[in-house]
C-alpha cells in the first residue's frame, strides 16, 4: 500500500479538495473553499495547509466568524445543498463566534463544514491563551458548545482518526435527509502532527444526491387520501427547492388542480402569477392560503418542518383535517400525527403523481383558489405602491420599491425582523432561486453576510439585501469583504430607529413601549446614527434617500455600479401589513398591573380555547 507522509491539517485539505458534485451532467467540487479567520489556534497547522493548496482549495478572508460562516451557509441554500464551503477559526471566541451560524444551518438543515482550532491534545502547556477549563472534566473545551448544534461533532486528537471521520462527516453533509453542520475540532498540535495516509484515499470522489422513493404502503395510503379529498392543499417548504422539485411541484398542480401555499423556505417554487399560487401560507401568509387553509380537509405538506409561523401555532387548519407529510427526513414525516410519506421530494411527487392517473380537484375548488389569489394579489399591489404625500414610507412600500426595480432572475436576502413578514406577503418572485429568506433561526445579521454566500454562488445574478437599522448594527462587516472581493451587493437598509419589530409585538401583548425603539430607551445621550457614512467607511458606495421616488431612482442608479452600494431610507416604525396573516401563540402575563395586559391574557386564553376545542 502507497502511502502520503502529511501533516494532519495537509490530509485534511488534500482530502476536501477532492470531493466533487455533479450539476447539470457538469462536474464541480464540492467544495467551493474556505473562509478562514486564523489565530494562534489554526495558523500554523490548518493556515499552512491552506495556503499550499492555493486554488485547488481557495481560501477567502472574512473579518467576522460568524458572519463567514453565515456566508457559507447562505452559499449552500443558494446551491440548494448540492456545493458548500468549510470556515476555519482559532481556538477560544474564535469559535465560539461560530456556534451562532452553526444553530442556523442545524434549524435550516444547511450543509457547512466547521474547523475550529482546539487547545493542546498533549495538555503539556496548559492552559493556554483562550483556553477555558472545567474543574470536573478536563477534557471540556469551548468547542463542546458546538454539541447542541451540529449533525456530526468530533475531536480530532490523532491524524489518522482522520481516516473515520471525514468519511462521516462528508456522509453527514451530503446526506438530504440528515444534512447540517459537521464540526470537526483541531487540536492546533495535532494539525501540525505527521502522519502516514494511503494514496487511496485521496482519490476523486463524486457526490450525487440521493433520491429515495416511498414505500408501496405509504404511497398507497396517501394517494388513495388525495382522491377522497374534495378540497386538497399543498404546502410547499423548503425541501422542493433543495429536491430541485419545482417543475415536478408545477405539473403536479396544473394536472391534479390542487393550490399551493408556500413557507418562507418554500417561496418560489411556483412563481408568484401561477394559477395555483395562493401565495404565503400561516403566521406571515396571504389571505388566500390561510382562507382555504381553514377549510381544507386535506393538507400535503412537501419537504417542510412545519413550524409555528407555518401552521399557526397548529390553529390555522381546519379540526380533523388529515395532513400528508412528504418528507425525506422521518423525523418531519411523523410530526403533527401525519399520514408519513417518507421519500424525496422530487421522487415522492412523481410517484403520487403516477398514482393518482387522471384524478383532480373539484372544479369549484379550483375556481375559488384562483379568485382568492387574484384577489390578494390586487392587495398586494394596494400595499405596496408609494405612500401619498410626505409621510414615511412602511416596510412593504420600500420593499414594493425594491421589487418593482428586480429583474425575474435578481435575488433578495433577508432574514430577521419585521421585513420577513412583509416579505413572505408580498414579495413577488418568479424564478426558483430569487428568493432568500433566513426565517428558520431568524437570526439578525445574517443578511449582508449571506448576500456575499449568495453572490459568491450565482455571480451573474443581482443580488438585493434588504436589512432593518438593528441587524445593520449587530452585523455588518462583510460588506468590507464584499468591496475586496469584487462582490457587489444592493444594500437596502430600512431605518425605524430601533427594532420596530418587537416595539409592536410588545404592544399586541399589552406592554408599554420599552427598550425597543431607541427613543424608548435609558439613555443619557441622542446619537444620530449615519449609516451612509458607516457604509462608506467600509467601501460601499452609500447614499440616503427620502422617498420612494428617490429610492427608485437610487435603485436604478446602482444596477450599473461595480461596487457594492448602500441605500438608506427612513421608515415609519408602527406600520406593519394588517391584511393576511394567522394568530400566532405567543404567551401573555397571566398577571399583570396593566389593563392593557390582562386584556390581551383574555384574548390569549380565547384563542388557546379554539385551537384546542375546548
Not at 476536501?16 to 462536474?27: F, M, N, R, S, V
Request: glycine share 8%; net charge neutral; aromatic share 6%.
Amino acid at each position: 500500500m502507497t502511502t502520503l507522509r502529511l501533516t494532519m491539517a495537509q490530509a485534511l485539505v488534500g482530502y476536501l479538495a477532492q470531493q466533487w458534485t455533479e450539476i447539470d451532467g457538469k462536474p464541480q467540487p464540492l467544495f467551493a473553499g474556505v473562509f478562514a479567520i486564523f489565530g494562534h489556534g489554526n495558523v500554523a497547522g490548518l493556515g499552512e495547509a491552506l495556503a499550499a493548496a492555493g486554488n485547488a482549495l481557495p481560501t477567502y478572508r472574512a473579518h467576522n466568524e460568524q458572519a463567514m460562516a453565515h456566508a457559507a451557509i447562505a452559499f449552500a441554500k443558494a446551491n440548494n445543498r448540492r456545493r458548500m464551503m468549510a470556515c476555519t477559526s482559532s481556538i477560544g471566541p474564535g469559535a465560539t463566534n461560530m456556534v451562532t451560524a452553526a444553530a442556523l444551518a442545524h434549524v435550516n438543515r444547511l450543509p457547512v463544514l466547521l474547523l475550529p482550532g482546539d487547545v493542546f491534545a498533549s495538555r503539556r502547556p496548559d492552559p493556554v491563551l483562550q483556553q477555558i477549563e472545567d474543574f470536573a472534566d478536563a477534557t471540556v473545551s469551548a468547542n463542546d458548545c458546538f454539541k447542541p448544534v451540529a449533525r456530526f461533532w468530533d475531536r480530532i486528537t490523532r491524524p489518522e482518526q482522520l481516516l473515520q471521520s471525514l468519511p462521516q462527516a462528508l456522509r453527514v453533509l451530503t446526506d438530504p435527509a440528515a444534512c447540517g453542520p459537521v464540526v470537526l475540532s483541531l487540536p492546533q498540535d495535532v494539525q501540525a502532527e505527521a502522519g502516514d495516509f494511503p494514496e487511496s484515499f485521496f482519490r476523486r470522489r463524486l457526490h450525487r444526491p440521493r433520491r429515495p422513493a416511498p414505500s408501496a404502503d405509504e404511497l398507497e395510503q396517501a394517494a388513495g387520501a388525495l382522491k377522497r379529498s374534495r378540497t386538497p392543499l399543498i404546502i410547499a417548504g423548503g425541501g422542493v427547492h433543495y429536491a430541485e422539485a419545482t417543475a415536478e411541484l408545477r405539473a403536479f398542480a396544473e394536472r391534479h388542480g390542487v393550490p399551493v401555499g408556500e413557507t418562507q423556505a418554500g417561496k418560489g417554487a411556483l412563481a408568484w402569477n401561477h394559477p395555483a399560487n395562493l401565495g404565503a401560507i400561516g403566521v406571515t401568509g396571504s389571505s388566500a392560503a390561510n382562507a382555504l387553509a381553514r377549510e381544507s380537509d386535506l393538507v400535503l405538506a412537501i419537504g417542510t418542518r412545519l413550524q409555528d409561523f407555518t401552521t399557526g401555532s397548529r390553529a390555522l387548519f381546519a379540526r380533523g383535517a388529515k395532513l400528508i407529510q412528504l418528507n425525506i427526513q422521518p423525523f418531519d414525516a411523523a410530526k403533527q400525527d401525519a399520514m408519513p410519506l417518507v421519500a424525496d421530494a422530487r421522487a415522492g411527487l412523481e410517484a403520487v403523481h403516477a398514482a393518482l392517473g387522471d384524478w383532480h380537484a373539484p372544479s369549484a375548488w379550483i375556481e375559488r383558489a384562483r379568485s382568492e389569489a387574484g384577489r390578494w394579489q390586487e392587495t398586494v399591489t394596494k400595499i405596496t405602491s408609494p405612500p401619498a404625500g410626505n409621510a414615511l414610507p412602511s416596510d412593504a412600500q420600500v420593499l414594493g420599491a425594491v421589487n418593482r426595480k428586480a429583474s425575474p432572475r435578481d435575488v433578495v436576502v433577508c432574514a430577521a425582523g419585521g421585513l420577513p413578514g412583509e416579505m413572505h406577503k408580498l414579495w413577488r418572485t418568479s424564478d426558483p432561486k430569487g428568493y432568500h429568506l433566513e426565517y428558520g433561526f431568524s437570526c439578525m445579521g445574517y443578511e449582508i453576510a449571506g448576500g456575499l454566500g449568495v453572490k459568491l454562488a450565482q455571480p451573474d445574478r443581482r443580488v438585493f439585501v434588504l436589512v432593518g437599522d438593528g441587524s445593520y448594527l449587530m452585523m455588518n462587516s462583510e460588506i468590507a469583504t464584499a468591496v475586496a472581493m469584487g462582490l457587489k451587493l444592493d444594500i437596502v437598509l430600512l431605518d425605524n430607529r430601533g427594532f420596530g419589530c418587537i416595539n409592536r409585538l410588545q404592544q399586541s401583548v399589552g406592554g408599554v413601549p420599552f427598550n425597543n425603539l431607541l427613543a424608548d430607551t435609558r439613555r443619557s445621550a441622542e446619537v444620530a446614527i449615519d449609516f451612509t457614512a458607516h457604509g462608506a467607511s467600509l467601501g460601499a458606495q452609500a447614499r440616503k434617500v427620502g422617498s420612494i421616488a428617490e429610492l427608485e431612482a437610487a435603485l436604478d442608479a446602482a444596477r450599473d455600479t461595480p461596487r457594492t452600494t448602500l441605500t438608506v431610507i427612513e421608515t415609519d416604525p408602527a406600520i406593519s401589513t394588517g391584511e393576511g396573516g394567522a394568530w400566532w401563540e405567543v404567551p401573555v402575563a397571566e398577571v399583570s398591573a396593566r389593563p392593557q395586559v390582562e386584556a390581551a391574557r383574555r384574548s390569549y386564553e380565547d384563542a388557546i380555547r379554539r385551537r384546542d376545542g375546548a
